[in-house]
């Protein structure tokens, strides 16, 4: 096991290595010259990091898995790719604060800046890159945190963007190897197809896993960060054309929904094979020490350790190069951005493992994050590429990010033995907010148009 992951290890530095170099477009963007292989190569993997978690719940809830990780996702990229693709490349913008900028002015760049970066802060994937180094390595799990964390800081500062590309290739052939070994094997254990299928739980082949229309219907509001999805905008800022923009997220769709497959019906199979699993976020990697031979099951852990990794790659060098291409700029004009790439990568790192050893569930991460970030940014920056008459005006646009994010933190704070005021979920009153605030805008604004 431990030789696997060396030499995954070894061949992610050397992929990273040959990345380096070039100016800062080179550094941030890759040139602008991805085409559409690398372009869907890097999207699918960074969109999927989340491997533990959707073991967890598909073993847990069973096919809902599907209505909730799945299906809300394929709905926001498909909007995102005909709606924001070719907007996004077609700008000048290199970052989604850049693009908040151009339309509403600083003080609203400056709060997405913020926001973005709390976004991409990888928390939710280094834990699971700690988990992973303490199943597989006998690693606790906060030094297996920190120390993953730390591999990827080194290999990011030298190879830039160009490098995650190239190390994000690398593990979308190992993602869908990984699964597509273990899958086969485990349905032979459980009797096939059928025979799993009639060996679960009633509730885990219901549509909503037993856990009600409120529980799956807000995963399709926190799937609209889509839409506002700084990794979504950096590939397409990326690529060689609008074009190439939207044909690679479409081409990403079809990816997740083979890897959906894959990832819920191994989940299904560990609850059958494996009833009695007392840590249900175990579940691909217990069930993989159960049915594979030794060599095969060190692949297994090498792909499971590729999935996690490329995502948490991704988010930690775009939250670094929030730091140093968005924020210190504001901050100090004259600053040497290239100087400051290594110190926001740390300074994002060691905010990931913090939160990450706080918070300590991964679906709670992605869940109070989501409903937070998103509900602050879905109208400010889908409406940035809009007509003028359609958008916030700037102070608006501001103020309208801030105090939705409030509202949206204080129900995430008030929440009691798991429940929230008025039983309602956090999104829903911020994404109320939001509406509520660019309607009041648009009234003031038109109101004042006509008396000019």
């Known amino acids: 096991m431990l030789v696997a992951l060396v030499l995954y290890a070894t061949a992610t530095l050397l992929v990273a290595w040959r990345g380096r170099g070039g100016d800062t477009l080179d550094y941030l963007l890759a040139g602008r010259r991805l085409t559409v292989l690398p372009f869907v190569a890097t999207l699918v993997a960074t969109w999927y990091g989340g491997v533990l978690g959707v073991g967890e719940y598909s073993y847990r809830f069973g096919i809902s898995n599907w209505l909730v990780f799945g299906v809300p ?259 100090c004009p004259r600053a040497d951005q290239r100087r400051w790439a290594a110190l926001g990568l740390l300074l994002a790192a060691v905010a990931a493992v913090a939160l990450a050893l706080l918070l300590r569930s991964v679906v709670q991460i992605w869940h109070d994050v989501g409903s937070i970030v998103t509900s602050a940014l879905l109208l400010p920056v889908a409406l940035a590429h809009a007509p003028p008459r359609l958008r916030f005006a700037p102070r608006a646009a501001a103020l309208s990010m801030a105090i939705t994010a409030s509202v949206a933190l204080a129900w995430t704070v008030a929440r009691r033995a798991g429940s929230y005021p008025l039983g309602l979920e956090p999104i829903f009153p911020a994404l109320a907010t939001s509406t509520l605030a660019w309607g009041i805008d648009r009234l003031v604004h038109g109101r004042r148009t006509l008396e000019l």
């Open 73 to 331: 996702y394929y709905v926001a990229a498909l909007l995102f790719a005909f709606s924001l693709a070719r907007p996004a490349r077609a700008s000048a913008a290199l970052s989604i604060p850049d693009q908040l900028r151009a339309a509403y002015g600083l003080p609203a760049a400056r709060i997405g800046t913020f926001l973005v970066f709390t976004m991409a802060v990888p928390a939710a994937y280094v834990l699971m890159l700690g988990e992973l180094g303490s199943i597989y390595l006998g690693v606790p799990l906060g030094p297996a945190t920190a120390g993953a964390t730390a591999f990827l800081v080194a290999y990011l500062a030298v190879g830039g963007f160009r490098g995650v590309v190239g190390t994000n290739v690398l593990q979308f052939l190992l993602m869908f190897a990984a699964f597509a070994l273990l899958l086969p094997v485990a349905l032979a254990k459980a009797g096939g197809l059928a025979a799993l299928w009639h060996s679960l739980p009633p509730t885990h082949r219901s549509w909503d896993g037993g856990m009600g229309l409120q529980h799956v219907a807000v995963w399709y509001f926190i799937a609209l960060q889509t839409l506002v999805e700084p990794t979504f905008y950096q590939r397409c800022y990326a690529a060689r054309s609008p074009s190439v923009a939207r044909t690679g997220i479409l081409v990403s769709v079809l990816f997740w929904i083979a890897f959906d497959a894959l990832t819920t019906a191994s989940g299904l199979a560990a609850r059958v094979l494996l009833p009695d699993l007392p840590d249900p976020v175990l579940a691909y990697p217990a069930l993989g020490s159960q049915v594979l031979p030794a060599a095969a099951n060190a692949f297994f852990a090498v792909g499971l350790v590729a999935t996690v990794a490329s995502t948490a790659q991704s988010y930690l060098f775009l939250a670094g190069s929030t730091v140093w291409h968005d924020l210190v700029p504001a901050l």
